[in-house]
């Protein structure tokens, strides 16, 4: 028989082994074959949980079991037997170490009851002795602090050439937009021909930075610049091999990649590829690939068209956010990014600098996974000619260079930073004095100190976008608008253009299609909008029914004279508000087949190119009388053109013209028998990007939801609002800045009704409950709109009532004389929405007293993102439960008190919670 000494060395041995090795080195297949009593630990007298302490025959004896570790349904057992002696029960020895394989046993998991609530583990396979701690905890995040915590500056608040330089607005790519902002349905420069947005014909290679980006990636969404026709000055394609005489000129194709420059100045044989009588060979045409990294095939072939593909790389070359809803717009606005707000489109690590302030420089990451501590950041002077690059120069003599210290969640900011100083690290970063041009992640590496651990450069989904610019200012905590959204008010006016064609009439148009713009006109919402109205074909003497838009003349300007002169609607319903009845009054007059009194002839014919020459003269001249106004074209049609010019390549150029000499914008909506490729034509070069398209059997709703869409793009009495996890529905300013004169704060109203007409200022939102836009009150709409350069500020509140949360609860292990407890195994169940988080510590002490100085032992993180953690059960599968026997160590395994802390950290707008929790020991009998 072992000696006692012998036995205890076995029981310590087998705890160690069980829990901190595994199962990886035990014999899976055994099993004890008498097996444990399922119950009959009893307890006796002045038993705790279940460990016999007498009374008993002397003599008896009976066996016993510690659980060592679970696994799935894996078990690791130390079996012996205790016997009694002098009336009392004694160790459990003469054991060994075996396995068991067992189904999942009913009842374990997450516990109920009260806090620290202690009851047996009843259906432990193995271990008599052992405890828990059950709590259905209930806990959340919901702590009454604020969510963000980092201090920044805001965009308000800097210097006007700061703010210009960093937000180059329209933006046409995503390096237009700095200070942690992106841009936001990009602009495409006039040279283009169409929208890079939408699909469509081949685009000049050089139209706009954003387009030259994606050509070089793809060359059959593009046109080269090489040869004449082409665009360049190449006397023939860079494509093509010749013989003497066939050279090229350096810079011929210099508004492209430059290729042929490239190719020449190599030198050697290839500087023959440039000079006088000499040819332009095969090898020439080799290193276009070689040297320029164009594909040739791709170049030379007609076949191709800036496709949806080429479309959709405005979002991954250039970091670019498309409108994909017709109409089409292109405000080419930098969006701030709102704390919690994460690019969906972004499967990894997405970094800004947000505004610095004082010393602080708020990093940010708006991609999907977490990015990690140590990212380096580095600052230059101003003008250092580095900004915005994504691989500015090292070797800058006034570069400093830091370092965060934490990671970054999906959707927030640290101010987290360290430098070297030469001999240790410290917090903040050196040298942030004057004025600063701020990058982090730069691609290339210093070769200076870094910390302990660092990774280096972090792929990330852009680095368009990862510059700031310091000046000092004022630091606060973030604002969930962003910063605060600045509209300045332009009074939006429309000219429509409505086809009273015969075919109107004979396919059952235009009753639905009268039906809806009367919907349309009826809107409160619409106050203040300018709206004039034409009819086109029609025959008239002038006058009230203006000078007529015919089928026969083809003359524009009676089509620029329109029926119903601009006027503004109003809140009040007709005939209250004359404008809207005198627009409906309209229909009834221009009937398709009616003649009536001072109309003459009928409606056929369909007049499009002076009828859209015309409205585009009218607006023209509106434009130039009030150049604080906005003036754009609606187009209402439901066929091809008949009679005039009839080509596409007419009508798309005065639609460009007006677009691009004066900012006219021309909309088209399309009813059933239109020719879709004729308006989407007219569409986009009229800056819209393509035609709205009606369906026949929800003609009338169809029509009202297209003017809605298109008033809603000009209209800046209606601000889009954010997903209410991201902002406090609660905690909204809007303050109104008129042109002249002190700022006022707007009240909030309950709702349109609440506004009374065009009685009560103030705003109020779409839906109270789940609000998707902020709408101004009609008499603060209009006063806005009739004063050129007032403005809206609108700032939204952070999510309040929440904040980080951290919990601690002192467990103590119970155990009989003779006994002592060993901490075993941790479970959880969580819910963390969005990024949330929930951190579980554990320390221990011989006393409750010690715990405060003790040491933290890490446990187990729960979220939702990247991995779902949110719950982990006793019953498993591995890593559950959580072995804290091992994440102790000895001797904190091993301690009477167990103090347990739980970390709740909200993170975009989610809020999290913890459910349940379960804490198990066992009381093993001690030396």
Known sequence: ???????????????????????????????????????????????????????????????????????????????????????????????????????????????????NFLGNCANNPCDPYCQNYNNDAGYSADGG?????????????????????????????????????????????????HSKCVAGAKLPWDCDKCVKQICKG?????????????????????????????????GCDSAGEDCVQQICDKGGAFADCCKNNKAWTAACVAEVSATCG??????????????????????????????????????????EWIPGETDPSCAGVDLTVDVPCSNNIPVCNHGTVAAPAGIRLVHYPANSNQYPKCDPSQTHPNMYECFTTQPIPPGECTTALQYWDGAAWKSGCDQLVGNREIMINPQTQSGKTTPGGYAGYVNECSCKDNWSLYSGGTCGLPVCGGDTQIATFK???????????????????????????????????????????????????????????????????????????????????????????ALIDSFALTFPSSVPAGIKGSGYGTPTHPALDGALQWATAQTILKPTEQFDVILITDGAPVNCDTSTAGVVALASAAFNTTGIRTYTIGLPGASTAYLNAIAAAGGTGTSITVAFATMAADIQAALLAISGNGVTCASDLPSTSLF?????????????????????????????????????YDNNAAPTKLLLCPKSCITAQNDAG??????????????????????????????????????????????????????????????????????????????????????????????????????????????????????????????????????????
Request: aromatic share 6%; with cysteine; charged share 15%.
């Open 1 to 115: 028989m072992r000696s006692r000494a012998e036995r205890m060395s076995l029981v310590r041995a087998g705890l160690l082994v069980g829990l901190v090795g595994g199962l990886g080195a035990l014999p899976i297949g055994c099993s004890d074959d008498a097996g444990l009593d399922a119950a009959g630990f009893d307890g006796g007298n002045g038993g705790v949980g279940g460990v016999a302490t007498g009374p008993c025959e002397t003599g008896d004896s009976r066996k016993c079991g510690i659980k060592l570790a679970q696994h799935d349904d894996i078990v690791t057992c130390y079996v012996g037997t205790q016997s009694c002696t002098a009336g009392k029960w004694g160790e459990c020895t003469d054991g060994s170490q075996i396995t068991k394989s067992v189904a999942a046993p009913p009842g374990i998991g997450p516990g109920s009851g009260s806090m």
């Open 145 to 193: 602090s604020p969510i963000y915590t980092w201090q920044g500056g805001q965009i308000s608040g800097l210097p006007n050439g700061l703010k210009n330089k960093g937000l180059i607005e329209p933006c046409t790519d995503g390096a237009d937009c700095q200070f942690n902002t992106y841009c936001w349905h990009p602009k495409t420069n006039a040279a283009c021909g």
């Open 218 to 250: 793809n060359q059959t969404c593009c046109i080269y610049p090489d040869t004449a026709a082409r665009g360049g000055s190449c006397a023939h394609s860079i494509c093509q091999a010749g013989g003497v005489g066939s050279e090229l000129a350096k």
């Open 294 to 335: 164009l594909n040739c095939a791709q170049i030379d072939t007609a076949v191709g068209s800036w496709t949806a593909a080429c479309a959709g790389s405005v979002a991954t070359a250039c970091d670019a956010v498309c409108d994909t809803v017709p109409p089409i717009t292109e405000e080419g606005k930098c969006k």
């Open 491 to 581: 009074k939006i006016n429309y000219y429509v253009m409505f086809d009273r064609s015969g075919s109107m009439e004979d396919n059952g148009l235009w009753a639905p299609a009268v039906a809806g713009m009367t919907a349309f006109y009826g809107l409160a919402a619409n106050a203040g909008l300018g709206i004039a109205q034409e009819f086109y074909p029609m025959l008239g003497p002038g006058g009230a029914y203006g000078d007529g838009c015919a089928a026969g003349n083809c003359n524009a300007p009676p089509c620029g004279n329109p029926m119903i002169p601009l006027g503004l609607l109003t809140a009040a319903a007709a005939p209250t508000d004359t404008h809207e009845k």
């Open 728 to 764: 406090d529905i609660g905690n909204v300013t809007v303050k109104y800045t008129p042109s002249s004169g002190p700022a006022v704060n707007l009240p909030k109203r309950a709702d349109l009704a609440a506004c009374n007409g065009n009685v009560n200022a103030g705003w109020y």
């Open 790 to 927: 007032s403005k809206i500020d609108i700032a939204l509140g952070c999510p309040t009532g929440a904040g980080p949360v951290t919990v601690t609860l002192d467990h103590q292990g119970q155990c009989p004389p003779g006994s002592k407890p060993v901490w075993n195994f941790f479970s959880y169940d969580t819910t963390t929405p969005n990024t949330s988080t929930v951190t579980f510590r554990v320390r221990t002490a011989d006393t409750q007293a010690g715990l405060s100085s003790a040491g933290w032992h890490n446990l187990a993180v729960a979220q939702s993102v990247p991995t779902d953690t949110q719950v982990c059960p006793l019953t498993g599968p591995a890593p559950c439960p959580i072995d804290a026997f091992a994440a102790l160590g000895f001797p904190d395994q091993k301690r009477a008190w167990a103090q347990l802390e739980m970390a709740l950290v909200p993170g975009g707008g989610g809020i999290p919670t913890v459910n349940t929790f379960n804490l198990t020991y066992s009381c093993p009998p001690s030396e």
